[in-house]
T-cell receptor, first 114, second 117 residues
Framework: AQTVTQSQPEMSVQEAETVTLSCTYD???????LFWYKQPPSRQMILVIR????KQQNATENRFSVNFQKAAKSFSLKISDSQLGDTAMYFC???????????WGAGTKLIIKP | NAGVMQNPRHLVRRRGQEARLRCSPM?????VYWYRQLPEEGLKFMVY????????ESGMPKERFSAEFPKEGPSILRIQQVVRGDSAAYFC???????????????FGQGTRLTVV
């Protein structure tokens, strides 16, 4: 069975700094999808970025980028020039192809300080 | 286009009562997924429904929990005879087709926080 582990329960950085959230996963699949979701205090679950395992290139969305290390089964999220609005819970999630179940990590609480 | 709408946002029930959670998918979406989030944990898959069909309920507890997605109206997650352990946030997501890849992103609602007292 697939598992997703986020080892940092909480992180705190100053505004404008760069922060990296870690995520590791366990699977025997060779192809799959990985996601980072943001959950602000409103509780809305918002997709931040996603990665297809068969793509070597790391995904990037504006200030958000990932470091995908397939052999190490690692999928970290880097937030550059952090903003107060980035304060939220961040969840890493895994999905097998041709499936629909998202397997979630426990989340990392990120606090951006002014 | 309104997003996924869940109501109520907060629901308090006494032990033994019934809880009914509603989810209206985005317009044009015919696939609905329910997830449960316990405190300090990530989401856990419960059930996947299409209109009038339960596709996969492997994550649903065997007793007291049921879900439906009728031809007309919202999807309903029903919990009978609630217990304290049912206290959690329940999230609904919808997609236009089955979420089996990158082109079928599921959109989430804001969740219903159920508290059993």
């Amino acid at each position: 069975a697939q598992t997703v582990t986020q080892s940092q329960p909480e992180m705190s950085v100053q505004e404008a700094e760069t922060v990296t959230l870690s995520c590791t996963y366990d699977t025997s699949e060779s192809n799959y999808y990985l996601f980072w979701y943001k959950q602000p205090p409103s509780r809305q679950m918002i997709l931040v970025i996603r990665q297809e395992a068969y793509k070597q290139q790391n995904a990037t969305e504006n200030r958000f980028s990932v470091n995908f290390q397939k052999a190490a089964k690692s999928f970290s999220l880097k937030i550059s020039d952090s903003q107060l609005g980035d304060t939220a819970m961040y969840f890493c999630a895994f999905m097998k192809p041709d499936n629909y179940q998202l397997i979630w990590g426990a989340g990392t609480k990120l606090i951006i300080k002014p | 286009n309104a997003g996924v709408m869940q109501n109520p946002r907060h629901l308090v029930r006494r032990r033994g009562q019934e809880a009914r959670l509603r989810c209206s998918p985005m317009k044009g979406h015919s696939h609905v997924y329910w997830y449960r989030q316990l405190p300090e944990e990530g989401l856990k898959f419960m059930v996947y429904l299409q209109k009038e069909n339960i596709i996969d309920e492997s994550g649903m507890p065997k007793e007291r929990f049921s879900a439906e997605f009728p031809k007309e109206g919202p999807s309903i997650l029903r919990i009978q005879q609630v217990v304290r352990g049912d206290s959690a946030a329940y999230f609904c997501a919808s997609s236009p087709v089955g979420q089996g890849g990158m082109n079928t992103e599921a959109f989430f609602g804001q969740g219903t926080r159920l508290t059993v007292v």
